[in-house]
């Protein structure tokens, strides 16, 4: 059974750093690679951060530069350390998962099928 739990969220205040962490379990499936959206209230999910297995990194340009993607691929767990955080950040974030029944199915780019419940990020001024 697959399940993603993320941690880590909270209320910052503007300028400071939060991390977050997502766990999963993957039952038999092999992972492809994780990622990390957002959805601020009012508007749509957007991804904002992806890592390969292999460890290639993607992010979004408003995160680039604050953000960082880091991975334990023996504990199964994807992080996003979040610095310089501001008004604009605060949304809940969602750990995702790309994963498939062989390694071999994998593609460059993810295709995320798995995504967790979400953790909710406060910034205030």
């Known amino acids: 059974q697959v399940k993603l739990v993320e941690t880590g969220g909270g209320s910052v205040q503007a300028g400071k750093s939060l991390k977050l962490s997502c766990a999963a379990s993957?039952?038999?499936?092999?992972?492809?690679?994780m990622g990390w959206y957002r959805q601020a209230p009012g508007k749509e999910r957007e991804i904002i951060s992806s890592?390969?297995?292999?460890?290639?990194?993607w992010y979004t340009d408003s995160v680039k530069g604050r953000f960082t993607i880091s991975q334990d691929t023996f504990k199964n767990e994807v992080y996003l350390q979040m610095n310089s955080l501001n008004i604009e950040d605060a949304a809940v974030y969602f750990c995702?998962?790309?994963?498939?029944?062989?390694?071999?199915?994998?593609?460059?780019?993810?295709?995320?099928?798995?995504w967790g419940q979400g953790t909710q990020v406060t910034v205030f001024s």
């Open positions: 993957m039952g038999k499936l092999e992972r492809c690679g």
């Open positions: 995702a998962a790309d994963l498939r029944a062989y390694w071999y199915l994998c593609d460059r780019d993810p295709a995320f099928n798995y």
């Open positions: 890592i390969s297995f292999e460890g290639t990194e």
